[in-house]
T-cell receptor, first 117, second 111 residues
Framework: GAVVSQHPSWVICKSGTSVKIECRSL??????MFWYRQFPKQSLMLMAT?????????EQGVEKDKFLINHASLTLSTLTVTSAHPEDSSFYIC?????????????FGPGTRLTVL | QKEVEQNSGPLSVPEGAIASLNCTYS??????FFWYRQYSGKSPELIMF????GDKEDGRFTAQLNKASQYVSLLIRDSQPSDSATYLC???????????FGQGTELSVKP
């Protein structure tokens, strides 16, 4: 149980284009999903918390107009990188939360590797 | 002071030995503690979680939590080369369900 998928697993795009990444919880409903970014040899950096039916909460320094998050259902959250530039090239990973209160646990998707040319 | 601190390593142990990974955290209100394993180029995979003081065992893995000392550790018994990965300590504090990650400890198990 607690399987999270992401699509696509990798994407290459030209500078200035937008890229949408999907995150799905396959065998459970996730009220809350999280989006992370990870650069080589660095730890995970939380970008935003996505709650079903409401606006995402972005971490300090993350541009909400550049990284659009939509959590339209209990099993799907999307991250759109708008007007991507080479510095946005990174490993984007989502996670979905299972459980409630202090005992909820995050399970991660397999990640999406974005390369912006 | 970082919120969650781990030794970055690399930690090198011979096959069959016990690997000990340590983590300290600063938020005394933290409720839940997690260990994730991340292979190079892959996403994190949950190994264990622990909520209460003491030890929790799952197969070759044992998590230890000491809230008074704000310390959590992961022991891997009978280490295998396939255990070679980066181990991330994550702490759920008092800020809206977010996990705070340490920088990870790279473990290398030598055959």
């Amino acid at each position: 149980g607690a399987v999270v998928s992401q699509h696509p697993s990798w994407v290459i795009c030209k500078s200035g284009t937008s890229v949408k990444i999907e995150c799905r919880s396959l065998d459970f409903q996730a009220t809350t999903m999280f989006w992370y970014r990870q650069f080589p040899k660095q730890s995970l950096m939380l970008m935003a918390t996505s709650n079903e039916g409401s606006k995402a909460t972005y971490e300090q320094g993350v541009e909400k107009d550049k990284f659009l998050i939509n959590h339209a259902s209990l099993t799907l959250s999307t991250l759109t990188v708008t007007s991507a530039h080479p510095e946005d090239s990174s490993f984007y990973i989502c996670s979905a939360s299972v459980g409630h209160g202090g005992t909820d646990t995050q399970y991660f998707g397999p990640g999406t590797r974005l390369t912006v040319l | 002071q970082k919120e969650v601190e781990q030794n970055s390593g690399p930690l090198s142990v011979p096959e069959g030995a016990i690997a000990s990974l340590n983590c300290t955290y600063s938020d005394r209100g933290s409720q839940s503690f997690f260990w994730y394993r991340q292979y190079s180029g892959k996403s994190p995979e949950l190994i264990m979680f622990i909520y209460s003081n003491g030890d929790k065992e799952d197969g070759r893995f044992t998590a230890q939590l000491n809230k008074a000392s704000q310390y959590v550790s992961l022991l891997i018994r009978d280490s295998q080369p396939s255990d070679s990965a980066t181990y991330l300590c994550a702490v759920k504090g008092t800020q809206g369900g977010k996990l705070i990650f340490g920088q990870g400890t790279e473990l290398s198990v030598k055959p």
